[in-house]
DNA sequence: TTGCTCCTCACGTCACGTGAGGTGGC
DNA sequence: TTGCTCCTCACGTCACGTGAGGTGGC
């Protein structure tokens, strides 16, 4: 080689000094990014100058900053004006500032388990999701029940009222509880709606009337077993809510997803869910 | 379907109530975490029961807290101990709460080069990179050197010695800057060691001694052209040390990656290291 | 002749998403 | 017959890492 040229790296020697592997800088290659100086046409090696490596450092910074082989390529190319470059920057920064926050959202829960794991000795029995749900329309019936009683004794009326108007009730049925227990005529009592979702408005009734019930963010959980064991399943969901600083904003939910008279209460499944919003920040 | 059987659920109807993809619960399935409980031998359709959604939503559950697919398979397989159990968990909040530490790092970087970009219209000269170095073997020399003239001129002494002692100088030859500018003999002047590395000791010399340099964690970064042009190198290194809550625990070095007497200045290259560490916690 | 470095495919990663091409029940 | 739902491959994603099988220069 004439000594009077610049010195040609091997990919070896290259990868080396920029302290990257050689499948790296093959990949780069290949992505458009960095391209040797030059091919030996006959062995297919790759020669770099020493010349390349500011750039090959400035794509590690790029990428240490967060962005996608794709997005260096653009920044890369070089022209972009001044706003389209501060926009790329903005918008990762926006995303990485995002990110931060969802896994501390992560951190949050993750505690919160290592809690229960660490109290009980073990997997807690109920896992709490973050879902939402679309409103939906219901022929629904409002009534105070007494302590002990069944929670849907209005789901018969319900089902035989919409039979005589020739609609077919919808799975599942809803119950929504308006109150927790109180006081009515010297029994404790649960205000109660049992919301049975239909396909079309009906006429009203002196007891049944068509709502729509709202939609939007509920903490939830899914209970087996019949309704009275169901204690652990609002405690589990209260937690979970404190915990992922969250607060109730509406009634609880009871929706009944497997529930029928020749079953066993025990192959009941109920899910549970709680209305919720983002705590307000202090 | 005898109605006094639980319902079964096609994979369409379970992914809805699930809020899940289709994909998702075959996914699932392929790994082992969720099987539907009845197959349709003639058509290969999945069926489902309702009891099957709890461990549907620990799964979700479970990966909403970060752990893999394969993790949550051995979670749910329940032949873990409270031990086991907590560990698992224990190590994901490390990993998070690092994971964390990472992007905040990240931010902050994205910040840096955020003002840079405002305040220059324009991308940075100067990428820094963060670089373990190995501690090296050299032959070297220290002097004052006068301001303006050249750093490295000890460097043929070094050379000439070595040939001498028929030792071949291994590339690439660092500079190890031991102070600023000071006054001396009437002039500015500069306490530099010039240090080719050596694959073996030497006998000593009145000027030369062979040392180790020092390894350690460098901010780095490469300049291109004369060393009288290098001074926003330094000034990129020492800013981004300071936005990134580094601090500089030793000598500068230059290090001459390209440099040689038939070469113009303006084809040097020349990369500069900062020895630093992380800032200590307020 | 033996290491050493380099080469080009090709496959794997992780948790699915997305067709393509085909079947079964109302 | 027409939608609708389901089925099974197979490929793509992202930034490489890791062989397998082969070549060129000291």
């Given at each position: 080689m004439d000594m009077r040229e610049k010195m040609m790296l091997k990919i070896g020697e290259f990868a080396r000094i920029g302290q990257v592997s050689i499948a790296t800088l093959r990949h780069y290659e290949k992505a458009g990014l960095l391209k040797p100086?030059?091919?030996?046409?006959?062995?297919g090696y790759r020669y770099y100058l020493l010349d390349q490596l500011p750039r090959l450092n400035r794509i590690l910074a790029l990428k240490d900053l967060g962005f996608s082989l794709e997005q260096i390529a653009r920044l890369l190319e070089?022209?972009?004006?001044v706003l389209q470059l501060r926009g790329m920057f903005v918008l990762k920064q926006a995303q990485t500032q995002q990110l931060i926050e969802t896994e501390q959202a992560r951190l949050t829960r993750i505690a919160a388990r290592l809690q229960q794991i660490e109290q009980e000795g073990i997997m807690p029995t109920y896992d709490v999701r973050l879902k939402e749900v679309d409103p939906v329309l219901v022929a629904s019936m409002r009534e105070l029940v007494p302590l002990g009683e069944n929670l849907g004794r209005a789901y018969s009326k319900i089902v035989a009222y919409l039979s005589q108007q020739r609609v077919q009730p919808l799975q599942p049925t809803l119950l929504l509880l308006h109150s927790s227990y109180e006081w009515h005529n010297d029994q404790m009592a649960i205000d109660v709606e049992t919301a049975v979702p239909v396909p079309t408005a009906l006429p009203e009734n002196e007891q049944i009337s068509t709502r729509t019930v709202s939609g939007g963010w509920m903490a939830s959980t899914v209970h087996t077993g019949n309704?009275?064991?169901m204690g652990k399943a609002f405690v589990a969901l209260y937690n979970w809510i404190k915990d992922n600083e969250y607060h109730v904003i509406g009634t609880p939910r009871l929706i009944h997803l497997q529930r029928a008279e020749y079953l066993e209460p025990s192959q009941y499944v109920t899910e549970v869910q709680f209305p919720i919003e983002r705590q307000r920040e202090k």
């Amino acid at each position: 080689m004439d000594m009077r040229e610049k010195m040609m790296l091997k990919i070896g020697e290259f990868a080396r000094i920029g302290q990257v592997s050689i499948a790296t800088l093959r990949h780069y290659e290949k992505a458009g990014l960095l391209k040797p100086t030059a091919l030996d046409a006959e062995t297919g090696y790759r020669y770099y100058l020493l010349d390349q490596l500011p750039r090959l450092n400035r794509i590690l910074a790029l990428k240490d900053l967060g962005f996608s082989l794709e997005q260096i390529a653009r920044l890369l190319e070089g022209d972009l004006d001044v706003l389209q470059l501060r926009g790329m920057f903005v918008l990762k920064q926006a995303q990485t500032q995002q990110l931060i926050e969802t896994e501390q959202a992560r951190l949050t829960r993750i505690a919160a388990r290592l809690q229960q794991i660490e109290q009980e000795g073990i997997m807690p029995t109920y896992d709490v999701r973050l879902k939402e749900v679309d409103p939906v329309l219901v022929a629904s019936m409002r009534e105070l029940v007494p302590l002990g009683e069944n929670l849907g004794r209005a789901y018969s009326k319900i089902v035989a009222y919409l039979s005589q108007q020739r609609v077919q009730p919808l799975q599942p049925t809803l119950l929504l509880l308006h109150s927790s227990y109180e006081w009515h005529n010297d029994q404790m009592a649960i205000d109660v709606e049992t919301a049975v979702p239909v396909p079309t408005a009906l006429p009203e009734n002196e007891q049944i009337s068509t709502r729509t019930v709202s939609g939007g963010w509920m903490a939830s959980t899914v209970h087996t077993g019949n309704d009275l064991s169901m204690g652990k399943a609002f405690v589990a969901l209260y937690n979970w809510i404190k915990d992922n600083e969250y607060h109730v904003i509406g009634t609880p939910r009871l929706i009944h997803l497997q529930r029928a008279e020749y079953l066993e209460p025990s192959q009941y499944v109920t899910e549970v869910q709680f209305p919720i919003e983002r705590q307000r920040e202090k």
